[in-house]
């Protein structure tokens, strides 16, 4: 599904990204780990077309079609979800409302027509129900006065309901709580499919107790430096990440 080749990527003269290759199927969880600074925030804001970065070499394909001509809302159309570390504040746009757009225009951009209202509200009302969401919840503005935890439920619930083919999650678990590290996570397991495939990204091992990947890969100084399967989040866990440092 999402094939990584050689991938460098700058912002102005410094290259973050040195030459990164990754394989991601459908069905599959990766994980991408790594100390602060590694290039793990870029290489997600990359496969999501962010013009704020130059790719300088390589490819970055999605079902064998070449991303690197596509702007962001393109990419986001043909089913690429980067989650928020930081998400906006929209005041007087409900959530319910923020959906309906977002899914309309994902809709209108792929050539189908309007959902109709009614399958709307019953997508909604599945949805919600899936991930715990309160009816309450589903009216208030977008992001504003959310707390931590409310932040991640809603990006959770955006991707339900766009039902992305690549869901990245950078950082989703930072700052927030045990349950509501749980919540999100039971969320994204159920969203999980033979059909999608998700890339976590986290520097601790935390997360990946409640969301288990197929892969590991630790992310160094903008190379991939190794790969394995979950046992090796346990190791960095346990490590640490001076090793890596050390080995690299
Ligand atoms: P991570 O997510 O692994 O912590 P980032 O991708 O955020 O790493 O950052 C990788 C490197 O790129 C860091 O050295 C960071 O300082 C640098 N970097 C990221 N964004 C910018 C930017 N907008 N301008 C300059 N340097 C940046
Ligand atoms: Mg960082
Ligand atoms: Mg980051």
Do not use: C
Request: hydrophobic share 40%.
């Amino acid at each position: 599904m999402l094939s990584i080749k050689n991938l460098h990527a700058a912002i102005g003269d410094k290259e973050i990204l040195k030459g990164i290759n990754i394989e991601v199927k459908a069905g599959e969880v990766h994980a991408i780990m790594g100390p602060n600074g590694s290039g793990k925030s870029t290489l997600s804001a990359v496969i999501a077309g962010n013009e704020n970065y130059e790719v300088t070499d390589g490819e970055v394909f999605l079902d064998g079609e070449d991303l690197a001509d596509l702007a962001p809302e393109e990419r986001a159309h043909k089913g690429v979800f980067l989650s928020f570390q930081y998400p906006v504040e929209i005041p007087g746009v409900s959530v319910t409302n923020f959906m309906k757009t977002a899914i309309n225009e994902t809709r209108k951009a792929n050539g189908q027509e309007e959902m109709p209202a009614n399958e709307m509200l019953k997508v909604i009302r599945e949805k919600s129900e899936l991930l715990e969401i309160d009816r309450k919840f589903l009216s208030r503005s977008l992001n504003e006065g959310f707390s931590g935890g409310e932040k991640k439920r809603n990006e959770i619930f955006q991707m339900a309901m766009l039902e992305p083919k690549l869901a990245i999650l950078d950082e989703t678990d930072s700052g927030l709580d045990i349950d509501a590290l749980r919540i999100v996570a039971n969320g994204v397991n159920k969203l999980k499919s033979e059909k999608n495939a998700i890339i976590v990204i986290t520097h601790y091992q935390r997360l990946l107790d409640y969301i288990v990947p197929d892969f590991v890969h630790v992310l160094y100084n903008g190379r991939i430096v190794k790969s394995g399967g979950k046992e090796l989040a346990y190791e960095l866990e346990e490590k640490g990440y001076d090793w890596i440092k050390a080995e690299n």
